[in-house]
C-alpha cells in the first residue's frame, strides 16, 4: 500500500523531542498499514485518510500537555470510530490509558512484560494487581455483611441449551518431564435445563498419569434443594433420616433370646442404612 507516507512533522527545535515523539511511531503505523494487504481499498482509504487527519492534527499542536493528550486521544478514537463503530479510550494519564467502561464486548491485551521500562502495570476496576495476580473489589458503599462479586464466569450459545450444556477451567502444570499436564479442572452446567426448571451441577475433578475422575459434584434439583456426590457418584440429595435406635437398657431389658434378637436386628439394620447411604453418595464402594 503506498496510498500513504507521512511526512515528517516540523517542529521548532525546542520542540524537537515532541517531533521524534510522534514521527517515530507514525513510521512504525506506514510500514504496518502496508503490510494489511487483507484490506479492501475502501478499507485502505478511510483509514489513511484517518491517519492523515490525525497527523495534521499533531503538527500543530504547540505542546505535549492536557490539551494534545486530548486531541490525541480524541483522534485515535476517530480512528477506531471508523473501524468499530465505538471509541475505545477515554483518557491517558501518564502512562495509564482508560478503556471506556461502557463499551460492549471491549477486547484489551494485557502486557505483563515489557522489554523497556519495567513491567506494565496491570489494574482491575481502578486498583493495581498484586505480583500475584490477586483480584479484589471493594464495594462503593459501606456494606460489611453481603458478598462481593469479584469474578463473574458465563457459558452461553448461539444455539438452545439444554442437559449438559456449561463451562470448564482447566488447570494444567509442567510435570518432571517437561510436558504440561492436566492436573484438574472446574466443570458447570446443567443437569436439566429448562427454563423454570432448570437443574444446577458443578464438580472438581483430579487426573493422574492414566486418568483421573470427579472427586466431588454437587448441585440443586428444580425446588432448590442442594445435592451432593462423591468420588464420580450421582449428586443426590440429602438422605432420609434413619430411625433412632433404642437406648438406656438395663438389667432384666434384654432377658430373652426373642428380646436380645430384636435388639440386634435393629442395630444391624440402622449399621446397614448408614452403609447404603455412604454407597449412594460415594464414599464406600458398592461392592
Not at 499533531?58 to 480512528?79: D, F, P, Q, R, W
Not at 459501606?142 to 458478598?147: H, I, L, M
Request: proline share 2%.
Amino acid at each position: 500500500m503506498s496510498t500513504y507516507n507521512h511526512t515528517p512533522i516540523p517542529y521548532p527545535p525546542k520542540q524537537a523531542g515532541d517531533a521524534s515523539t510522534f514521527n517515530g511511531p507514525f513510521g512504525q503505523l506506514d510500514a504496518a498499514i502496508g503490510s494489511r494487504s487483507g484490506l479492501t481499498t475502501t478499507a485502505k482509504s478511510t483509514v489513511v485518510a484517518a491517519i492523515n487527519e490525525l497527523d495534521a492534527d499533531v503538527g500543530v499542536l504547540a505542546s505535549l500537555g492536557t490539551t494534545a493528550k486530548t486531541n490525541l486521544v480524541a483522534a485515535i478514537n476517530e480512528v477506531h470510530t471508523l473501524a468499530h463503530g465505538s471509541s475505545p479510550v477515554s483518557g491517558i494519564s501518564g502512562e495509564v490509558w482508560t478503556i471506556n467502561d461502557d463499551m460492549t464486548n471491549a477486547n484489551v491485551d494485557l502486557v505483563f512484560g515489557r522489554t523497556t521500562g519495567g513491567n506494565a502495570t496491570v489494574r482491575w476496576n481502578g486498583s493495581a494487581l498484586a505480583t500475584d495476580k490477586v483480584i479484589s473489589h471493594v464495594l462503593s458503599t459501606a456494606y460489611t455483611n453481603q458478598k462481593n462479586i469479584i469474578l463473574s464466569l458465563s457459558a452461553l450459545t448461539s444455539g438452545v441449551a439444554t442437559a449438559g450444556f456449561g463451562g470448564e477451567i482447566d488447570l494444567y502444570a509442567e510435570n518432571a518431564a517437561g510436558n504440561e499436564f492436566l492436573v484438574g479442572n472446574l466443570e458447570w452446567g446443567w443437569g436439566t435445563a429448562t427454563g423454570g426448571a432448570e437443574q444446577g451441577r458443578c464438580s472438581l475433578s483430579a487426573y493422574g498419569g492414566s486418568g483421573g475422575g470427579t472427586v466431588i459434584a454437587w448441585g440443586a434439583n428444580a425446588s432448590g434443594d442442594p445435592m451432593i456426590g462423591f468420588l464420580g457418584a450421582a449428586v443426590q440429595a440429602q438422605a432420609s433420616h434413619i430411625a433412632d435406635l433404642a437406648e438406656g437398657y438395663s438389667a432384666g431389658d434384654l432377658d430373652t433370646e426373642a428380646e436380645v434378637i430384636s435388639a440386634i436386628n435393629a442395630t444391624n439394620a440402622a449399621i446397614n442404612d448408614l452403609l447404603a447411604a455412604l454407597e449412594t453418595y460415594g464414599l464406600l464402594k458398592t461392592s
